[in-house]
């Protein structure tokens, strides 16, 4: 498959397109056609490798994952054995998180991951940015907060 790759750290010039190996999901794992496929400030600071604190999980030298990108939108293109959320054709967005991956042709994640149907009249394009804070931010409140339908939070900032 297809995918934007770099081997270390630095500008927009250590992007590189290759050919690498089709992702194949684990038991728990999906694996999404990726559509759109966003570019945040956070990716930009992934790249680069700064802060350098951050190097302790993406890679002291060079990054873990060669695949950048972290925001996503696309079709589930294949399950794992015991996934029960997804099927083949459900058409998701969702974010990597500091693993990557999003900017290549296939992608593979957790079904539990911070992941999401998207709403039938929202196209990818759409739908690829919003994962940076908006799921972030759900997927902390709900698994990590334990927040529950009913229950109210205030949003200071």
């Avoid at 998207?118 to 994962?131: G, L, S, V």
């Amino acid at each position: 498959m297809h995918a934007i790759i770099t081997t270390r750290y630095g500008s927009p010039n250590v992007f590189k397109t290759a050919e690498i190996a089709l992702p194949v999901p684990r038991l728990n794992e999906i694996r999404v056609r990726v559509h759109a496929a966003s570019v945040t400030a956070a990716d930009t600071m992934m790249r680069r490798g700064t802060p350098w604190f951050g190097r302790l999980f993406l890679g002291l030298t060079k990054p873990n994952n060669p695949v950048p990108g972290t925001g996503f939108a696309g079709a589930v293109d294949a399950v794992g054995m015991n996934v029960t959320r997804f099927k083949t054709g459900d058409k998701v967005f969702g974010e990597t998180g500091v693993d990557a991956g999003a900017y290549a042709e296939y992608v593979c994640l957790p079904e539990d991951g911070v992941l999401a149907a998207m709403p039938d009249n929202m196209p990818f394009e759409q739908a690829a940015p919003i994962c940076d804070g908006a799921l972030t931010s759900y997927n902390f409140l709900k698994y990590i907060g334990g927040m529950q339908s009913g229950q109210k939070v205030l949003i200071n900032g």
